[in-house]
Every structure is written in C-alpha cells, then in structure tokens.
C-alpha cells in the first residue's frame, strides 16, 4: 500500500515553480525549479510591454508623437502617472484606427499592449483583461481566416501565445476558461509546425505523426505507454536523436528539426507546460500525463537542450506517481465498501434511491451480489492501474540517469538542469521505494539525492530528502515495534498451545 505522506512532497514541489518573464523578446524557459507551472504562480514584467513597444517598431510619425508623450508622462520624471500616459496611449490607438494601421500588427498591439499595462498599474485588471483578450481574438481570427501573409505567420503565433499567457495569467481563477483557451491556441501552432513539415524539402515524419496521433486519455494508453517512456536517448549532435524503447528492443533515429518550431518554440513549450499545471489543478491527471508525455515527444523532436528534456521527463514521471495515488486512495475506498456494506444496507439504500428516482432500470435491478462483483472487477482494476502507474513512474526516473550518463561531459557542464534532474530523479526514486517499504534501497536513493543537489547548488531538494529520511526512520521504527509486538504475540500463543497438548 502506498503510504500519502511522503506523497505531499511531490505534490508540494509540483507546485512550486514560478513561470517568470515570459514577455521577454525571447522569454526563457523556467525550468531551474523543478516540476509544473501554476496559474497562481504567474507574474509578468512590465519589460513585455516595453520590450513589444519600444524601439523595435518603427510608427507613423504621428503616431510616434503621441506615444514619446505617454511614455513621458508614465517616467520618473513625471511621478510614473500612468493615468495620464493612458490617455495619451489611447489617443496613440485612435491616430492608428485614422491610419488605418493593420490590427495585427506589431505597431497597432504594441500600443494595445501599452494600454493594457497602464491598465495594470492603475490596478484596472478587468480593463486590462480585455484589451488583451482584444488582441487575442485578432490574432486567432485572422491566423485561422489565413489573412496574415505566410512570411509573418510564424511571428504573430509567438505574439500570439504571449498574450495566452499572458491571459493565463489575469484568468487564474478560472482554469477551464484557460485551458480552453491555451487549447485552442496551441493548436494553432501545432497547425503551422505541421504545415511546415509538409512544405520543406524533406517531408517530416515523425512530427507530422505524433501531431496526427488523437489524444487517447491516459487510462486506454497505459498498456503501451513504456514504449514511449525513454530508457535511452543520445543527444550528441544536432541533427538527429537515437531513442532506444525499453529494454533496447527497438532503435528509431529521430530527426532533430528546431527550425520549424521557431521563433515561437520557448513559448509553445511553455504554454504546454501551463496546460498540465491546469489540468493537475482540476484534478485531470489523466490528460495531464497524456499531455506531458506529448510534451517530452516533441520536445525532442524540437531539439530542445538535454537538460529540459529531462526535467520534463521528471515530471511525467511525478505525474505517473500521483495517478497512482489518486487511484490508491480510490482502491482503499474499495476494499472498504466490500468489507463494510452487508446485504441489509445493500438493499436499504437501494430501496431510498428508488423512492428518490436516482436509478435508472438497470441499477434498480441490481443484486447484492452482482454489486459485490461488479466492485470487485473495479477494485481489481484499479490495483492494476495503480501497480501499472508506479512500474512507469520508477521507470521514468530510472531513464533519466540512463540518459544522462550517455551525455558528454561538455553537455553536463553546458545544461545545469542536467545535474538537477539527476538529483530529483534520485529523489522521485527515493520517495517511491519509501511507500513501497523499500526502505535500504530508499535510504540509498534519498542520500544520494543529497549528494547530487549538494553538488549542483539545489538547496530546496535537500531540504526535502533530508524530511524524507526522517520520515523513512520514524517508518522503519514504527515497522519494528509492531513487528516485536508480532513476535511476541507469536510466541504466547506458541507456549499456550504446548499447554494444551500437554493436558
């Protein structure tokens, strides 16, 4: 049985990291902290919009007139009086609509942009809130209508999933409205990767099949999913990926293409990121996991460095530990009902929610012991889903210190997140061998997570392990006495039944 409490710190770090910056020129990607992004984590600089404004656009004089007296009056100088730089920015917008400047254009969303920033700092969030979702409906409709020239498409899907983000960002507290947006607009940009494989020289197709792939949720895929969990992958040159299924029984050359995934492959795996987070909020761990294992796909198809693949496979494999989780407390509750409701009960409330019109025919008709079977076919099921999720998640640790001994040591000392994905896979191992009651085998792991974030400066990882390892001997302790008690136990029944025989 799994044991939840040294679960909450997988859980506790899958909502650690903070997603910073994205609205840089080129936002990097946060993966210096382990494991998912949060909605609530989000902050953004005002740099995006400075950076989106000024001075890589080139304005209509007139234009530009305006906006030097906006941002004049939002400076220092001026004791930053957004409200008045606001004003002169919508004077700027309205000079644009005169000139009839086209809407998706860097120049007319730029000072959108700075509209909504003034918006912000004047603590505006629901006016702030629409003119970026204004932007964002621009984009879409015109991305989907193809009214942006070809050469540009690409550029305004990168400006595109900023805004998302960004959006993400003022929507926290409304994750089905952000992930049906995040949704949307990511496919858009799997569109335009797609097509572009399409329309090179040599037909891509291992993106254009894992993009065709439909999303099965994560319960239908469990039977092959180790064939996608890597066990191996050498990354020593740019041009292509040798990726070895389990156990090597089959080796694929992956052709490394990062030039169809630009310039917008830091925000779309970024925004995927986001997805899985939202997915983990609203309980979808299911579709999380489906989505994360896409994720680490294309990632390597993306020729995205050694050190974010395996961090991501990190957090598919803390993914993979949760769902077993979720589904250990599910087979508790099981065993429970099975052990618990007799005949009498059975038929009680059977009988209550045929008076309340809760069951349909079949239901009503029901038998005890049909229902007894029919429970015991869900628990069998879900203990097998649960043993199956816990042989994947020690799997998707154990590929991470395979793969990363395959790496150059030029690769190790070029990607920090090398050294702190080996740290947290030793620690994910640890963790899962702990609620396993593999307790020499988790002392192991734990310590030398220790080691390894010592070694690659991850203070927060040791602070965790170390907690682990007391928890693993207050285990090992408790496991002991009650094992004493056992045998003493044991051995009072033995001496009374010589007793007996004697008489």
Known sequence: MLRIFAGSSIKKRLRLSVISKYYQQKPPRSWTKILLYTITGLTVSGYFAYEYLWPHHTFPSSVAKILRKGLWAESEKQNHDYGLALKYYKEALEECDKLLLDHYGDEYTGVQIKIGEMYERLHKLNEANQIYWQIATCYFDC?????????????????DLRIILKLAQLNGENPSFVKALLTSHLLLAQTEI???CLQGDTVDTHVIDSFDQTGESFGKQQNGLDKKILSSVNVADNNSIDVDSKNGEVVITVPVNSEIWEPFKDEFFNARDLLTSICIATGDLGIAINTK???THWMLLAGCSPGDILISQCNLASLLYLEAEELEVKEVSLKKIL????????????????KLGLLNFEASSLSYEEYCQNIEKELQATTTSKEKCIELALQAYESVKTVSKKLTPQQHRENAEVGESIALSAYGLGVVHLHLSNYEKAEALLKESILRAKGSGYEELIENAERELAKLNEEKNSDKSIETKNQRDDSD????DIQVIKN
């Open 339 to 354: 052990k618990t409701i007799t005949k009498e009960e059975f038929e009680k409330n059977l009988q209550d929610q045929r």
């Open 493 to 496: 029944d033995i001496e009374l």
């Open 194 to 196: 797609r097509n572009k």
């Open 143 to 159: 991305l989907t209508n193809n009214e942006i020239p070809k050469s540009m498409r690409s550029h305004i899907i990168q400006k």
């Open 293 to 295: 294992i896409k994720t």
